[in-house]
């Protein structure tokens, strides 16, 4: 497997742990947790937290421990399966299930993570709303630049986009454990709120967001990519080692999100539900209210917060997604265009939302999508327990039975929950009278195909493993070279600019064909005379090219070699596709021009489009 077929190519194995003891070894394996941690305390957990705690007071605070023990306990699997198998749980998931299941699987968990990336684009929006008074619908469109955020740290490397997410954990940390000496909330109430009770109704419907703000399935996916940038010793002392610190790491990143989560619950609690403020279920009235009751800090360090978190989660939902996409479809695409197209599609529904809404719709979606969240729960965490569960390929690491049991008690809470609220909901529009016909023809459908499927993911595993033979990287594998013929190119185009670069590529095209070719020097004249009326031009550009080829073209009969010329005209990479096919060539050599980044989006890359639009080899010379 080479470096580019690994998940998160990009950093794998890149940081070091071989050779550390002690606390230098732990500190070696800290990290991945906490880029998963922050997806526990984005947005979308303020806003279940915060429309809990108005609403329902502390009863919910039993729910939050469940989902982060539940969190705990599948994350710790996630981490064991990209330790000791080095695959995600996209790769793990392509390679036992057939297409036609990778394929839905992969559109659920891209819509997961869609739904996580909407939670941040209305957290940042309304963070910037909060602190500088900017409108929503620019604090959504604001939040396609951070598009580049992540591109910048993957660049500077693992380490140090760790220290990014770190830094915005502990700013909301900080925040919020100063606001809770502000509301001072008293203790024995607090605790009487980890007594279990009877969920219905919009308590369901709240816990549920919960579940799904806090156990997230873009996460799963995540942190099994993210332990495999620690380069282990592939030892049975190597991985247990690796299993243990992952496990610390783990648990400490999750229980410090899990006194953030309770943090914001238990503000909105003691700051609204203790004042008869029941229906505080959005962020802006929190804001508002605590600046009302407390002053001006409490609200300052809840804004800031708000979108140290958003920035820390929108990081970590692009990172999966492309994870998701190389895992389950076997494709690779440019970073940039992946996270430009998942913001995109995040902030549609947005922009819908406030303009045919109003903004203070917004709340609502917010708590919308992390129900969405917890509706892909089961098509990620009943693959996770099966690939644990497997002797064959865990071997000596496979899960223990009381494990296993915990994993799948976890999972009937979560699917179990979810099955109640969609009967609930559906049961409720059937009931509503209007538009009846709609939830026959469009959601009737959709819940039995899905149910159809969660029920394959469930059983098929255990009675029949998948015996495709597929690979986990989107080049195949190697193939057999065998006996190598020479091959003699009898019409080489040569691509020239009159630029010093123009001797060095006629001297590799003709060290390609040497004096039994036929050489076509191309030049492209690209005036805007030529541009609209093509051959027919005669401006003093034209003219001037003209001569300098036939020049190149006398040089090369003076030292033997046969050679013509042929101008084209207007967009340089369709008029060299043009002459490609019209000369018969067989091989076509091209300079290039060197630039990089931003010059390349300026001033566009011929060579690149050529390739796309011939069909002949093409030799690039810098």
Not at 98 to 118: E, F, M, S, T
Not at 180 to 187: D, G, N, Q, T, W
Not at 429 to 439: A, F, K, P, T, Y
Not at 587 to 595: D, E, I, N, Y
Request: charged share 15%.
């Amino acid at each position: 497997m080479s470096k580019n077929d690994e998940s998160l190519s990009e950093v794998h194995g890149s940081v070091v742990t071989s050779g550390k003891t002690g606390w230098r070894k732990l500190m070696a394996f800290i990290g991945p947790a906490y880029l998963v941690s922050v997806g526990y305390m984005d947005p979308g957990n303020w806003a279940t937290d915060i429309a809990g705690g108005s609403q329902f007071g502390y009863k919910l605070i039993w729910v939050l421990l469940m989902s982060n023990l539940i969190a705990l306990l599948l994350q710790s699997l996630s981490a064991r399966l990209g330790i000791v198998r080095g695959l995600d749980l996209a790769q793990a998931s392509r390679n036992a299930y057939p297409k036609y299941i990778n394929y839905p699987l992969y559109v659920l968990a891209q819509i997961a993570i869609i739904a996580c990336d909407l939670a941040e684009i209305i957290g940042m929006a309304i963070g910037l709303n909060l602190l500088f008074g900017l409108p929503l619908i620019w604090g959504v469109s604001i939040t396609i630049l951070d598009t580049f955020l992540l591109l910048f740290l993957m660049n500077k490397g693992m380490r140090m986009m760790e220290v990014f997410i770190v830094s915005m954990v502990f700013i909301v940390g900080i925040s919020f454990l100063t606001e809770m000496f502000i509301v001072k909330p008293i203790l024995g109430e607090v605790l009487s709120g980890f007594k279990p009770s009877i969920l219905s109704g919009n308590a369901l419907y709240i816990a549920i967001g919960i579940i799904g703000a806090t156990v997230m399935p873009h996460n799963l996916y995540l942190h099994s990519s993210l332990v495999q940038t620690r380069k282990i010793d592939r030892t049975t002392k190597g991985i247990k080692d690796a299993l243990k610190f992952n496990l610390i790491d783990t648990t400490i990143a999750l229980n410090l999100a899990f006194f953030v989560n309770a943090a914001i619950l238990i503000l909105a609690a003691t700051a609204f539900y203790k004042n008869g403020l029941y229906e505080v279920a959005e962020i802006q009235d929190a804001y508002m209210l605590l600046d009302n009751i407390f002053g001006s800090v409490a609200p300052t360090l809840f804004a800031i917060a708000l979108i140290a978190s958003g920035q820390s989660s929108t990081i970590t939902g692009t990172l999966a997604g492309q994870i998701v996409m190389e895992g389950h479809l076997n494709l690779r695409i440019q970073p940039w265009i992946r996270r430009l197209l998942t913001r995109l599609l995040a902030i549609i529904p947005a922009f819908f939302t406030i303009v045919y809404f109003g903004e203070e719709a917004l709340g609502s979606l917010l708590v919308l999508s992390q129900v969405v969240l917890s509706l892909q729960l089961g098509f990620a965490i009943i693959p996770l327990i099966h690939f644990n569960s497997d002797n064959k390929a865990m071997k000596e690491y496979v899960i223990k039975p009381w494990v296993k049991i915990l994993a799948w008690l976890s999972a009937l809470i979560i699917v179990g929950l979810n099955v109640k609220l969609v009967i609930q909901e559906v049961t409720n529009w059937l009931s509503g009278g209007e538009d009846v016909w709609l939830i026959y023809v469009f959601v009737i459908p959709v819940i039995m195909s899905v149910s159809v499927l969660l029920l394959y993911v469930i059983f098929v595993p255990l009675y029949k493993k998948h015996s495709g033979s597929l690979s986990n990287v989107p080049h195949g594998g190697a193939l057999e070279i065998g006996n190598i013929e020479s091959i003699q190119y009898k019409m080489i185009g040569i691509t020239v600019d009159f630029s010093k670069k123009d001797i060095n590529t006629i001297r590799h095209a003709l060290i390609q064909g040497g004096k039994d070719a036929k050489y076509v020097m191309i030049h492209i004249v690209e005036t805007a005379g030529a541009r609209f009326h093509g051959e027919i031009v005669l401006d003093h550009e034209t003219q001037s090219d003209t001569n300098n080829l036939e020049k190149y073209q006398l040089n090369l009969k003076e030292l033997g070699y046969d050679a013509e010329i042929a101008i084209g005209y207007g967009v340089a990479s369709k008029a060299i596709s043009q002459l490609v096919e019209t000369k018969n060539l067989d091989l076509l050599v091209m300079g290039a021009h060197g630039h990089k980044g931003i010059s390349d989006l300026i001033f566009g890359t011929t060579v690149e489009t050529v390739r796309h639009n011939v069909s002949i080899p093409i030799l690039i010379i810098k």
